[in-house]
């Protein structure tokens, strides 16, 4: 074999599993390929970059993660019958790449680089989202571009008490937790999933095992990197320019340090942003003078250029002075942007059906943060078929989230949801999920969806107190009441304070975004992105701890608030007025051609009569689901009536329907007819059963007896005595 296609291989030992790294023989122009299998399953992870592009001050970073259908041996749905857009699970693990991987470049880098992830082989039991995770890892870390890894990433799951590394579907169905945990050597980077109602020392424990995996992960690809690692590019050292920036603070951060002090979100963005204009368009005035004479392209291109790189030095500086202002005052006096204590909640407002219609409404506020939510509730014919590459399946629940660009007093087209909206929904129905009742306890299918209205600081955590009261006022009755809230962390690496209910600019310039969703009893959701090299288990410990206080006190300020409707957050007993409503009944699976009847017949009659629609299940389970109650319980009455079966000792009012010499043909219901033997249509003695009964007489007749071939038989005399001593 031509040494060019000799890969290098690397295996790690997982859970029981082995998992392999392969590099060399595929994707070779990429700067960086990773063939990982886990089982049956096969991911191929590119890193490549491109030319720097002079004047940015940003990291133009992009990762897709591709599922292909081929890899599971099945042809996309659909008319086109090809791949489109990434779904929802290939956004979500893309986020979930790309929040791991961002914060571990070397400052400085700015090329555009690109990670793609795609999914050649899939068995079900080995998931390809943790193969992406080390084959994004392990591209970078052999490839030139200055990646300050590598990372690892694990599943981990709980089953009877033990953990467990990267589960199978059928384990994750008996787990009470399912975490994504990201980390270096030194630390965790990135922390997603839920859990049902547990501990906080659960969940920190579940992260802690995860961290040891992880280690194992981290040796093998540096092993890899040692094998055939390129050399990394070698940044330039940076331009110095201590004279601009010492200039730049001595005009600015005392009008910086006022404008950071101002409380409203708008006011303050708007203070800080006429200083950042004047003092760039000042230097920019400068410069531009000093460049009068353009006699070529040459020079035309080098005032473009250096124009470019100076606003790029400028806007930095005055975003780090910014940064190192509001850090230090948190630091120092323990006092946030907007005046609060670090573990202090802003105003919490929340109303409940502040509009008529929808069957669930819910408007909260927490400070500068607004959600309006809703909950609708529908039917079987609702739920959601999703065509995975694994298979088919349908989701009854489903919560949206919204960000529309008024919400930051933004003009914007409106299109279809980004990949952060897609995230946000996410984790709120990840948080929302483990507290709803059962399916075959409440039929419904349920649809949530979150509009932000207003955003300064974790719109996703309102997105989950807002769904709570939706579904309470919807009359959905959930196992207990779900809040959220988010945490952040300031750390010079000597000092560390932990903020509860982070703002947007906290978020933006602090250490840590942790979010928290739970009920009293324990964290339904979890994620944490972490943006220091370095972080003390004690630090999550506390911030956990913290954030559990901050919840119940949500929780406690959404009781109050809405005492009058919800009465200690429980579900309403009634169901709003334009709420459809839905009974269950089953019946034999040999009866259900009676309600479809020949060609849907029967079916449809009962629908377009009744308007209720009618879910019927291969098992026997009927669902009527209607506009109201009547609707309902006319569908339903019709459905019985095509389906009953017959009850010994029941006493019917039957209709003769043939007369024989040894007794009478009765239907007792449509469609069943039963026999009253000649004994037993009378007391005494009966000569002639036409003496008694003749064709369409209706008689009273009780079933007593219903062979093993199903033939019912009937008594007259016995249904006359029993009515008799019933009357007396």
């Not at 809040?483 to 509860?500: C, K, N």
């Not at 959404?558 to 839905?582: I, V, Y």
């Not at 009527?624 to 009012?653: C, H, R, W």
Request: charged share 25%; hydrophobic share 40%; net charge negative.
């Amino acid at each position: 074999m031509p040494y060019w296609f000799e890969p290098t291989t690397v295996s790690i030992d997982l859970g029981g599993r082995t998992m392999t790294i392969e590099t060399g023989r595929i994707a070779k122009q990429a700067a960086g390929a990773a063939l990982v299998t886990f089982g049956d399953t096969a991911v191929l992870v590119t890193a490549v970059h491109s030319s720097p592009r002079p004047g940015i001050n940003f990291f133009p970073l992009t990762v897709d993660f591709v599922e292909k259908f081929a890899a599971a041996g099945k042809i996309p749905g659909g008319f086109f019958k090809r791949e489109a857009r990434l779904s929802d699970r290939e956004v979500l693990v893309s986020r979930f790449i790309d929040r791991s991987i961002r914060p571990l470049f070397a400052d400085g880098y700015n090329d555009e680089t690109q990670i793609t992830a795609t999914v050649l082989s899939s068995e079900p039991d080995c998931s390809a989202d943790m193969c992406a995770f080390v084959g994004a890892s392990a591209a970078l870390s052999i490839s030139e571009i200055p990646f300050l890894g590598p990372i690892g990433a694990v599943r981990i799951g709980r089953v009877e008490g033990e953990f467990v590394i990267n589960p199978t579907p059928e384990q994750l169905e008996t787990s009470d937790m399912e975490l994504i945990v990201a980390g270096t050597r030194g630390s965790i980077v990135m922390v997603e999933g839920g859990a049902k109602q547990l501990s906080e020392a659960d969940m920190l424990a579940a992260v802690r095992h995860a961290h040891g995996e992880i280690l194992t992960i981290i040796d093998r690809i540096e092993n890899l990197r040692e094998k055939v690692g390129k050399e990394k590019i070698v940044l330039p050292d940076p331009e110095d320019i201590s004279e601009l920036q010492s200039e730049i603070r001595g005009k600015t951060e005392q009008r910086l340090a006022e404008a950071f002090q101002i409380r409203a979100k708008k006011e303050r963005g708007a203070a800080v942003k006429a200083i950042e204009t004047e003092v760039a368009n000042e230097y920019v005035a400068e410069y531009s003078a000093q460049k009068v004479q353009l006699e070529s392209l040459t020079d035309w291109e080098e005032r473009r250029t250096g124009l470019a790189k100076l606003r790029g030095q400028v806007n930095s500086t005055l975003h780090d002075l910014g940064a190192e202002l509001m850090r230090n005052r948190v630091l120092d006096t323990g006092e946030r942007i907007d005046g609060r204590s670090s573990t202090e909640i802003r105003p919490i407002a929340c109303e409940v059906r502040p509009v008529s219609r929808p069957h669930g409404v819910a408007l909260f506020t927490r400070g500068e943060t607004q959600a309006i939510v809703t909950a609708t509730l529908g039917s079987g014919f609702d739920e959601q078929t999703i065509d995975g590459m694994i298979g088919r399946f349908k989701k009854t629940f489903m919560l949206h989230y919204n960000f529309p660009p008024f919400s930051v007093g933004e003009a914007r087209p409106l299109r279809g949801p980004a990949r952060r909206e897609v995230g946000h929904g996410h984790l709120a129905e990840r948080a929302i999920l483990p507290v709803l009742p059962e399916h075959e306890d409440f039929p419904y299918t349920i649809r949530v969806v979150s509009e932000t209205l207003e955003s300064n600081g974790s719109s996703s955590m309102a997105a989950v107190c807002g769904s709570t009261l939706a579904l309470l006022d919807s009359g959905v009755p959930i196992k207990a009441p779900v809040a959220g809230i988010a945490m952040g962390l300031i750390t010079d690496g000597q000092r560390t304070v932990i903020l509860s209910d982070i703002l947007g600019d906290e978020d933006h310039l602090g250490d840590m975004d942790f979010k928290v969703a739970g009920t009293r009893d324990g964290v339904t959701a979890l994620q944490m992105d972490i943006k220091v090299k370095q972080i003390d288990w004690e630090i999550l410990e506390t911030a956990l701890g913290q954030a559990r206080d901050g919840r119940l006190h949500i929780l406690d300020r959404m009781s109050e608030e809405t005492a009058e409707d919800l009465d200690g957050l429980r579900p309403r007993e009634e169901m709003h007025e334009h709420a459809p409503r839905l009974e269950v009944l089953f019946i034999k699976p040999d009866r259900i051609r009676d309600i479809i009847g020949p060609g849907g017949k029967v079916i449809r009659a009962i629908q377009e009569t009744t308007g209720a629609k009618i879910d019927v299940e291969d098992s026997g389970r009927v669902a009527v689901f209607g506009p109201n109650s009547d609707a309902v319980a006319q569908a339903l009455a019709m459905v019985q009536e095509l389906t009953q079966e017959a009850e010994i000792g029941k006493i019917y009012l039957a209709k003769v329907r043939r007369v024989a010499d040894f007794g009478a043909f009765a239907e007792i219901f449509p469609g069943t007819d039963g026999l009253i033997h000649i004994s037993h249509l009378a007391e005494g003695r009966v000569e002639n059963v036409t003496d008694i009964v003749s064709e369409g007489d209706e008689v009273l007749a009780k079933c007593i007896d219903i062979d093993p071939a199903g033939r019912i038989r009937l008594s007259r005399k016995e249904a006359l005595a029993e009515v008799a001593d019933t009357d007396q």
